[in-house]
């Protein structure tokens, strides 16, 4: 996106620039994508604790660690296919048709619910964790395509505060429904904004380039593909061909791995004492209500008599998802703050490369702590900064890595990375979470031990990430960039 830098900006754009310096032209489009991405992250964590309190209530913490391996099954196969659909649809369109079959899911939880068809809290588990993954990949695809280089790197940081302030909003709304609505009639709520995002799409292509930019793109994509179907056509190069081909897609891969190994492992730790304090809370209040001879409530709502286990479940379900919401409240409250005033600071000082070091040093020191106290209190507090990091300036660093790349590596390659691989590290962690509790037994320190080790190997891939990015900058990757 190119912005002419002689015009004089208007209020707006120098209200934006007190945080970040924003161009004359930059503005508008700079704030759409922001709100964009604002009810793209509402959305979700509209629905997250319902996620959580579903499979946590119904499969435990070690159910939750395994199904993220039919997630990465799954998106092995989804990835492939959406590559396919980058190769043939104009990005607009490309982005109207996926989010629209999210919302057609979120309609369709919230019907069988109604039905009572059984194990959903399992299935309905899957999707959100290809449903986040996915859709969030696909906006920032859009965004490295809507910015160049130069404007990401100092806009991003502002379109990325709209998803910070969308998560902590979004959290806020799911804690207080949860008073007054049941878990599933909160996707009707998540469905109607992520309506509002395709709307908002649109909105910003026509801005940046117009009705006839678009129908150019998609006639360049029909000839490519036509040309692609050639018999003597070379085969068409698809994400995780792309990550065979350049050893920087690789390296962000195996740093993306990494992460959600260290992150899902801290997640399940976390959720073994959120487990073992929501059965002493159930306890005591079925105690307390007995004791009263008064049904057990949570909120405004009747549960049933004390002794039901049905009711039992439900108060455990609904505190859960309420310990889940807060927990998520105070993040993305941290995240917040260090969206708006570190992000854009660190970079600017220390470069890609500070950006990329700051989550693992965090998540080490996180590990070591649980490790000498594992306490959910500890445990609490340092999972909100570790999850805080990484939703603001990991999230918003690891974008700007795809700036100064081809479209192919943008879509194609970029979803590889952030879907697949985040769920296969998410498997990682499933593999060590089923050899820790089967075979050799470890308990909450021995997990944050492991998790120190895990950590020493992603400092190291994101010394090799700074050194291709150097590279990369200078020029001395034409294959990576497109550039002949």
């Known amino acids: 996106m190119t912005n002419p830098r002689h015009r004089q900006k208007s209020l707006l754009e120098r209200g934006l620039s007190i945080l970040t310096p924003v161009h004359a032209g930059e503005g508008s489009i700079t704030l759409l994508m922001s709100f964009n991405v604002f009810l793209l992250l509402t959305s979700y964590y509209v629905i997250k604790p319902v996620r959580d309190a579903l499979i946590l209530a119904e499969g435990g913490a070690e159910a939750r660690s395994y199904l993220v391996a039919v997630m990465a099954v799954v998106l092995f196969f989804l990835v492939q296919g959406y590559a396919t659909l980058v190769s043939r649809y104009e990005r607009t369109r490309l982005i109207s048709v996926v989010t629209g079959g999210f919302v057609a899911c979120l309609v369709g939880f919230w019907i069988l619910s109604r039905l009572g068809v059984g194990y959903l809290g399992y299935i309905f588990f899957v999707w959100v964790g290809i449903f986040s993954v996915m859709v969030v990949a696909q906006f920032w695809s859009y965004a490295n395509d809507v910015y160049t280089n130069e404007s990401g790197k100092r806009l991003f940081p502002l379109v990325a505060f709209g998803g910070n302030l969308g998560s902590f909003v979004g959290a806020g709304i799911a804690d207080g429904l949860l008073r007054y609505l049941n878990e599933f009639e909160l996707l009707l709520v998540a469905a109607a904004m992520l309506g509002a995002c395709i709307g908002i799409t649109s909105m910003i292509s026509r801005r940046v380039w117009g009705r006839s930019g678009m129908r150019q793109r998609q006639q360049e994509l029909s000839r ?58 159930v306890e005591q209040v079925a105690a307390q209500a007995a004791a009263a001879g008064t049904n057990l409530t949570f909120g405004n709502r009747e549960l049933g008599s004390p002794d039901d286990e049905q009711a039992r479940l439900a108060y455990q379900q609904s505190w859960i998802a309420s310990f889940s919401a807060r927990f998520f409240l105070f993040v993305n409250l941290l995240a917040f703050f260090l969206q708006l005033v570190v992000v854009h600071r660190l970079v600017k000082w220390g470069g890609v490369r500070a950006g990329l070091l700051w989550l693992p040093v965090v998540a080490l020191g996180t590990n070591a702590l649980i490790f000498f106290i594992p306490l959910l ?59 820790g509790t089967q075979v050799v037994i470890l308990g909450t320190a021995g997990f944050a031990l492991l998790n120190v080790a895990f950590i020493l190997l992603w400092l190291g891939l994101v010394a090799g990430i700074a050194r291709e990015h150097r590279e990369l900058e200078a020029g001395n990757r034409p294959e990576i960039s497109g550039e002949s």
Request: charged share 20%; no cysteine; aromatic share 8%.
């Open 224 to 281: 490519k593909l036509q040309q692609a179907r050639a018999p003597d056509a070379p085969k068409e190069d698809l994400g995780f061909g792309l990550l065979r081909r350049h050893r920087y897609v690789a390296l962000i891969a195996g740093t993306v791995l990494m992460l959600n190994l260290v992150n899902t492992t801290g997640g399940y730790i976390l959720d073994k004492l959120v487990i073992v304090r929501g059965e002493q809370e």
């Open 377 to 435: 209190a500890v445990a609490r507090v340092g999972k909100t900064l570790e999850n805080a990091s990484d939703y603001s300036i990991n999230k918003t660093v690891l974008q700007m890595l795809f700036l100064p790349t081809s479209t192919d590596i943008k879509y194609k390659a970029k979803q590889v990375v952030e879907s697949f691989f985040q769920r296969f590290g998410d498997v990682a962690s499933a593999v060590v979470v089923f050899v």
